[in-house]
């Protein structure tokens, strides 16, 4: 739903910081095309909404799309193979987890008790789903930020087990 051509969010420039700033000064947003999902070894969505659309262009890529909550669960349900098959490990990840799906319960909800109470009106209830920040107070998007990067950092330490 982002406006092609957007530029990334401020508090997300300022959360990379630094290390980060060549990314944020380039990155802009672009309506994903059916090419952008063939090329993809792995697909992360923010919500099953985005997830079912993403198979909606390209049915074949149900197996490698996930949400980033869902990836970040099912990465964490077992043991991980680091010599898996040697191919590219986005499309190693997508393998296991895909694999997984069914397997494991739904990751537990992150965010403080209540957040998403007293943001009922905005969120999801499904937990696979990740919060839209943009559009609530500084501090609820920060939170929404906050649960993104523990499931980035799970996401992360399970592709760098499989690229050893």
Do not use: Y
């Not at 630094?18 to 059916?34: I, M, R, Y």
């Not at 792995?42 to 890529?61: C, F, M, Q, Y």
């Not at 501090?139 to 499989?162: K, T």
């Amino acid at each position: 739903m982002a406006s092609p051509g957007a530029g990334i969010c401020g508090l997300v420039e300022a959360r990379i910081g630094a290390d980060g700033a060549v990314f944020a000064g380039s990155h802009h947003s672009h309506t994903l095309s059916v090419d952008d999902v063939r090329r993809s070894g792995l697909i992360l969505t923010a919500t099953k909404g985005e997830r079912a659309a993403v198979a909606r262009l390209d049915p074949s890529a149900r197996s490698r799309t996930f949400t980033l909550r869902e990836a970040a669960g099912l990465a964490a349900a077992g043991p991980w193979d680091p010599a898996r098959d040697g191919r590219d490990p986005l499309a190693a990840f997508a393998d296991v987890v895909n694999s997984r799906r069914g397997l494991s319960s739904p990751p537990p909800k992150n965010p403080s008790p209540g957040f998403r109470d007293r943001l009922r009106r905005r969120a999801s209830s499904d937990p696979l789903d990740v919060l839209d920040g943009h559009g609530l107070s500084t501090r609820q998007h920060r939170q929404a930020l906050d649960e993104v990067a523990r499931a980035v950092d799970a996401v992360i330490g399970s592709l760098r087990a499989l690229a050893r």
